[in-house]
């Protein structure tokens, strides 16, 4: 799996990271894939521009995760 890593620009969470075995990191401290998601949805929601970022650091089905979780907490 590729690794990843987005700052995220937002208050009390500034670095999300991906592993290259798939773990999760928010700044330096693992969490669960749904919680990733989550932050990354909230975070990019904040910036405006969610869909660009999720398309660009996500593999299609997670970005699909990503623009239900935006959809459903809009």
């Known amino acids: 799996m590729k690794p ?41 929601r904040d910036l405006g521009y969610w869909c660009q970022v999720a398309k660009d650091v996500l593999p299609d089905e997670y970005f699909e995760m990503v623009q239900e979780s935006y959809s459903y907490q809009g």
């Open 4 to 44: 990843i890593k987005v700052c995220l620009h937002k208050k009390d969470a500034h670095m999300l990271e991906r592993n290259d075995t798939g773990k999760w990191f928010l700044d330096g401290k693992e969490i669960e894939e749904q919680h990733a998601i989550d932050e990354l949805a909230e975070a990019v």
